[in-house]
């Protein structure tokens, strides 16, 4: 009877402070159209990234109900599906300094985007979460999600994103 083979457990990926700054920075400062939209990121990890919109008057969509746009909706988890792509490159490339992974990032941009609307998002605010399904050469697939304060998932998003 052959012995099985029995592999260590990996290690995970820790992003050292240098690149989490320098990615919120360009999230969040850079990008100005998310300093627009209010996103703040809350974690970043290889394998989720989640940020939080906090709810103000210049978001709303119907005044009625005091729902948010559909358009920060959208928006907002097309930023999400690209943070987490920065995310995934950068722990691929974990052998290069925090500022070569950075420059990395200059040639990233959306190539599809699918937003499902599924509940009206009415609240103070909201999280946001995106994972990569796929990190290939050229491009990277993504599934993103719009929650509620109480977790409940208001819309969910699916995106193609170009890394080359």
């Known amino acids: ?16 402070s240098a690149f989490i700054e320098g990615v919120r920075q ?3 400062e850079k990008i100005v159209f998310n300093t627009v939209l209010g996103l703040k990121i809350t974690s970043i990890t290889p394998e ?3 940020a939080r919109i906090d709810m103000r008057p210049e978001l709303v969509g119907h005044y009625a109900y005091n729902r948010i746009h559909g358009g920060v909706i959208s928006a907002g988890l097309d930023a999400m599906g690209g943070l987490a792509v920065m995310a995934a ?27 499902d609307y599924l509940r009206p998002g009415i609240g103070e605010w909201f999280e946001l979460k995106a994972e ?8 990277a697939t993504t599934r ?15 995106g193609a994103y170009i890394v080359s």
Do not use: C, N, W
């Not at 300094?97 to 990233?108: C, D, G, I, N, T």
């Open 26 to 28: 360009i999230f969040e």
């Open 89 to 115: 490159i950068g722990a691929r490339h974990m052998d290069e300094s925090p500022e070569q992974r950075l420059h990395r990032f200059a040639k990233l941009g959306t190539i599809d985007l699918r937003i």
């Open 144 to 158: 993103m999600g719009f929650y509620a304060a109480d977790g409940k998932m208001l819309s969910s998003g699916a």
């Open 1 to 16: 009877m052959s012995k099985a083979i029995v592999h260590p457990p990996s290690t995970p990926i820790e992003f050292e």
């Open 48 to 50: 989720l990234v989640t």
């Open 132 to 139: 990569v399904l796929r990190l290939g050469s050229r491009v």
